[in-house]
């Protein structure tokens, strides 16, 4: 009675191989036209980007890219130019106010309302040394984020370049629901008899 059953399973899965063939042989391929005849460089995309910032977001079609590029710029170059102002005020300001020299007063346009008898550096020694520390301070607040702008204004044009290259490099990606399933029947000898299975194989 194995052998029958042995022979029955053995015409079964040629059969159903065979249909499979049919099956297979009556498909048709249609060829997909491709999505975009654009095809971007990276290099050349990151040269442009060198070369002039937005340029290379011109290149790869990411045309709303370029207002965010030159506001990043204006936005950075805008805080170079008020920390510098910034800075150069409190400066001149801390310079005048220890040199002790009654012409040299741009300091008192920071000192709103109070009276000059209260930081003098003989009567008042103390309030002298607090009014001095505290210009000195808004000097080396200043000038630290006076710094770190020009140091984000570089991070801003290096961040634009790495932009172009990746948008270029993954431009031409190809990204379809192209998923193939293959339904296929499997022998599985299992504690020295065979039993019929179904293998599914994914292909991308």
């Known amino acids: 009675m194995k052998a029958y059953h042995k022979i029955a399973f053995l015409i079964l899965v040629n059969l159903f191989c065979l249909l499979q063939n049919n099956f297979a042989q009556d498909t048709v391929s249609v060829s997909v036209p491709t999505k975009h005849k654009f095809k971007a460089e990276p290099l050349r995309a990151t040269m442009l980007a060198v070369a002039l910032p937005g340029f290379g977001q011109i290149y790869n079609r990411k045309y709303w890219k370029v207002p965010f590029v030159y506001a990043g710029f204006g936005g950075v170059i805008y805080s170079i130019h008020f920390n510098s102002k910034e800075y150069n005020i409190f400066m001149k300001a801390y310079q005048d106010f220890i040199d002790n020299i009654p012409a040299t007063d741009s300091y008192l346009s920071l000192f709103h309302n109070v009276d000059p008898a209260t930081y003098d550096p003989v009567k008042e020694p103390g309030n002298y040394a607090w009014y001095k520390e505290r210009m000195l301070r808004q000097v080396d607040y200043y000038k630290k984020y006076r710094d770190l702008s020009y140091i984000g204004i570089a991070a801003w044009y290096l961040f634009t370049i790495l932009d172009a290259n990746v948008d270029a490099s993954l431009y031409n990606f190809d990204i379809s629901n192209d998923l193939d399933l293959k339904v296929e029947p499997v022998v599985l000898p299992l504690s ?13």
């Open 192 to 204: 020295g008899q065979a039993y019929m299975g179904v293998s599914l194989k994914l292909t991308f």
